[in-house]
């Protein structure tokens, strides 16, 4: 005689039940993947149109890297953090906090930004330590 | 007898079934929402710690690590990893709420200081050092000789304050934290 659970029906309902269990135990987590972009920035946080590279960790932490950069000071500070909503960098919300002058501490230079996506650009807006508006950006890719 | 037996197997079997099914379930649940880094959060920062401004609060997912950005608004020393210190969300919240107090950050008084040496101050000891001499830019640092604990917690009036207590537990300065909303 066939021992029950190697019939067909509870086998079935066996692997029914425990397939998405598995499944969902062994699946991608709720974090984004690692991820590059290539922007350009102008407006007045630049001196001049600037290219650096945007990289976003599973953590959902930021990272800015200026491969022009040698004097020290930057556009736009060079860490930051998505969203509590994790929202992907190209959709905006993310913020950047931090000492663009490169020196710590920095309390004539911290500056904290915000994004907002408008079509195909990312709209920046950063205020300075006490609250002040302190430059507008533009990034594209 | 064969039917018996075989009803007992049967039922044995959806027992353990069940208890399989179950076991699962537990085991796959999703944890409570600590492994993921909670969103940074920006406080304006009013008081007698510093002369106030903007800070941001960044935890560190699971390890409970806090770091504090532009740490000047509140005569502080750089308050991040990178710069080697670090604070702690000592709540039980998941994922952590520093909106609702329960972070600190602790130090040791700088060891050149005391004794008037040189010492192996570490860029924090050095920061703090400058601070409490007047030093770090203007910031409105402290004036005392060591700092020893900053807290976040909860007011009676639902606030948010932030406040300082020297080696002896005394009162160094405290400042109000309002959650920044931004646009």
């Given at each position: 005689m066939t021992p029950w659970i190697f019939r067909g029906r509870t086998a079935a309902i066996l692997i029914t039940l425990v397939t998405p269990l598995l499944l969902a135990a062994c699946g991608p987590g709720d974090d984004p993947a690692d991820e590059v972009v290539h922007l350009r920035i102008s407006g007045n946080c630049a001196p001049q149109s600037t290219a650096f590279d945007m990289t976003q960790s599973p953590s959902r932490s930021l990272s800015l890297t200026y491969p022009d950069n040698t004097l020290g000071a930057v556009p736009l500070p060079m860490r930051g953090a998505l969203d509590q909503a994790g929202?992907?960098?190209?959709?905006g919300g993310w913020l950047l906090w931090g000492c663009v002058s490169g020196v710590e501490p920095c309390p004539g230079s911290f500056r904290l930004c915000t994004a907002h996506r408008v079509q195909w650009q990312l709209n920046v807006t950063c205020v300075d330590g006490t609250g002040a508006p302190a430059c507008q950006a533009v990034l594209t890719e | 007898m064969n039917d018996l037996l075989r009803n007992r197997v049967v039922v044995a079997g959806k027992i353990g079934m069940l208890l399989v099914t179950t076991t699962l379930l537990v085991a796959t649940s999703k944890p409570a929402d600590c492994d993921h880094r909670s969103a940074p959060v920006v406080f304006n920062a009013a008081g007698t710690?510093?002369?106030g401004g903007l800070i941001v609060v960044e935890t560190g997912g699971w390890s409970s690590t806090v770091a504090l950005a532009n740490s000047a608004a509140l005569g502080l020393p750089p308050l991040d990893p990178s710069q080697g210190a670090s604070g702690r969300y000592v709540g039980t919240a998941c994922p952590f709420t520093v909106e609702k107090g329960e972070w600190r950050f602790d130090w040791t008084c700088p060891s050149g200081r005391a004794t008037g040496g040189d010492g192996d101050a570490g860029p924090v000891d050095a920061a703090l050092v400058a601070i409490a001499d007047?030093?770090?830019?203007?910031?409105?640092?402290?004036?005392?000789s060591c700092l020893r604990s900053c807290i976040a917690h909860l007011g009676q009036n639902g606030d948010l304050l932030f406040t300082c207590t020297g080696a002896?537990?005394?009162?160094l300065c405290e400042s109000r934290l309002t959650k920044v909303v931004l646009p």
């Open positions: 929202h992907p960098l190209r959709e | 710690c510093g002369p007047g030093g770090a830019g203007g910031v409105g640092g402290l004036t005392m002896g537990g005394e009162l």
